[in-house]
């Protein structure tokens, strides 16, 4: 049962992947246009103005001093306002938007599934050709690592509409992975630790369907930038119905098992070790002290972004709160830096 996750359950006709041909150019365009006219239009009237939420920068002028919070930098403490006030305060900064963006894009093969009318990997990438183009629209530059057998496509950081079109005909012109795949997320996570130097955003979108050992890397990468999990999902994988004696294939080693999903006792193992795996992956997200975004393919991408940027912004109003009652003396852990 390990790799149940791996499979698609899927009748006769989808057991094997079908792929369309590869679009030109056009293509793209057509369809970052089409995303324009209906998500960056609802995303506009909807965000009022709330781009810092869903992007913050790290600041190089000097805007304010509040009180220290415990998670605060203590390189930014004043010490000088600390002595005089008898209470730690920190330097606050103005937000340099202009923060290099990256996607780190798992499109392994069990990214390319989906019971209903959209994959996994198209939900993939019209999250990353709309929320790229927010981001290049407000001055930001965006680059993308691409992971199919292993580390195989980086895209440099650019601005600007052309970089989101090159970008996107990318996704869609991909050949697909064939032979035998075991993804190892860790070797993506670890690739984007060497290869950026400077701080930046980074989305890691996958299914996170992956050999153990990525959650390490994970945190170790969140150590040094802000990053979001963009977790990749489809409703067949939490729960089976009753389809009857269908076949499964397993979309990396293609290995194929012939299933009575008509057994209730069959679809009550499979939701129970389905819900187990839901807990021990946001249990490792939390571990590794990341935002998590998810994205179903049954789901609206609006209603996805406008969730996670309400949980942003009731974050940093809770950590603002926080700071402003908090009062007395030196927090014990910066005793010693004092």
Known sequence: MKNWFRKTAQPDAAEVPVRASAPPIAGAEHVLRRLEWTVLRRLDGLLQGDYRTLMRGTGMDLADLREYQHHDDVRHIDWNVTARLQSPHVRVFTEDREMASWFLLDLSPSVDFGSGDQRKSQVSSEFVAVLARVLTRHGNR???????????????????????????????????????????????????AQLLRRRSTVFVVSDFISEPGWEKALGQLAQRHEVVAVRLLDPLELELPD??????????????????????????????????????????????????????????LVDAIMRFTELRKRRGQVSGAAGRHSRGKLPGHLKAAA
């Open 142 to 192: 965006v680059g993308a690592m691409l992971y199919g057998a292993g580390v195989d496509t980086v895209l440099p950081p650019r601005g600007g509409r052309a970089h989101v079109l090159q970008l996107l005909h990318m996704l869609q012109t991909r050949p697909a992975t064939t032979g035998v795949v075991t993804t190892r997320l860790d070797e993506l996570l670890t690739s984007a």
């Open 243 to 300: 389809l009857g004696l269908i076949p499964i294939r397993d979309a990396e080693t293609g290995e194929q098992l012939l299933v009575d999903t008509h057994d209730a006792g069959f679809r009550q193992r499979f939701a129970r070790i389905a819900a187990q795996r839901e807990a021990d992956l946001r249990q490792a997200l939390a571990q590794a002290g990341v935002d998590t975004l998810e994205l179903s393919t049954d789901g609206d």
